[in-house]
């Protein structure tokens, strides 16, 4: 929610900045010094947009790659847990009744679908395997692209900075010729 506030306020920021110094500077020119420092307004606007754009798609990618692992985390606790099942009700009943042809015919199908729930659980695994050697291999790249993200946001807190001090200056000490109200 905070993010979607934040970046409807820079829309509509980097909107009335880009409308043309004439609409905004009623007789500043192209090259007037108030029409210039509104250009570097806009460009400064338009680096911290992109930057904080690009920010948001890295951690929605992140996000998707852990509801990923959680999802199958999810269907092998599942499977398991049958797995189990299976294995003691026929514990429990070889502990507690005598065998018999019948019986022993349920439970070799129950041993059956354990056995297809193993072999399962078997390929499950070795697709775990072979992600987690490419996982391993993102998580060094996704390391390094921390150490980026880390300078990244410091850049963008230099950017927000000059952004507020150049608004401040604009404030306290408009340009020549733009409008004093």
Same mark, same amino acid.
């Given at each position: 929610?905070?993010?979607?506030?934040?970046?409807?306020?820079?829309?509509?920021?980097?909107?009335?900045?880009?409308?043309?110094?004439?609409?905004?500077?009623?007789?500043?020119?192209?090259?007037?010094?108030?029409?210039?420092?509104?250009?570097?307004l806009r460009q400064l606007l338009?680096?911290? %947009?992109?930057?904080?754009?690009? /920010?948001?798609?890295?951690?929605?990618?992140?996000? $998707? =790659?852990?509801?990923?692992? +959680?999802? &199958?985390?999810?269907?092998?606790?599942?499977?398991?847990?049958?797995?189990?099942?299976?294995?003691?009700?026929?514990?429990?009943?070889l502990a507690g009744q005598v065998?018999?042809?019948?019986?022993?015919?349920?439970?070799?199908?129950?041993?059956?679908?354990?056995?297809?729930?193993?072999?399962?659980?078997?390929?499950?695994?070795?697709?775990? %395997?072979?992600?987690?050697?490419? /996982?391993?291999?993102?998580?060094?790249?996704?390391? $390094? =692209?921390?150490?980026?993200? +880390?300078? &990244?946001y410091a850049q963008l807190e230099?950017?927000?900075?000059?952004?507020?001090?150049?608004?401040?200056?604009?404030?306290?000490?408009?340009?020549?010729?733009?409008?004093?109200?």
């Amino acid at each position: 929610m905070a993010e979607e506030k934040t970046a409807e306020v820079l829309a509509d920021i980097e909107g009335e900045l880009d409308q043309s110094p004439a609409q905004q500077l009623p007789g500043a020119g192209a090259g007037t010094p108030a029409a210039q420092a509104q250009d570097e307004l806009r460009q400064l606007l338009g680096q911290i %947009v992109d930057t904080a754009r690009r /920010q948001k798609l890295t951690s929605e990618q992140n996000t $998707q =790659s852990t509801l990923n692992q +959680a999802s &199958t985390s999810l269907a092998d606790r599942q499977r398991l847990n049958r797995i189990f099942a299976r294995l003691s009700a026929i514990q429990q009943g070889l502990a507690g009744q005598v065998l018999t042809p019948n019986l022993a015919q349920t439970y070799l199908s129950q041993v059956d679908q354990v056995e297809g729930e193993l072999r399962q659980q078997i390929r499950e695994t070795d697709t775990q %395997v072979a992600q987690g050697l490419q /996982q391993a291999v993102a998580a060094l790249a996704q390391a $390094q =692209s921390a150490m980026l993200d +880390a300078q &990244t946001y410091a850049q963008l807190e230099q950017l927000v900075g000059n952004l507020k001090e150049s608004l401040s200056q604009w404030q306290s000490q408009p340009p020549a010729g733009a409008p004093l109200q």
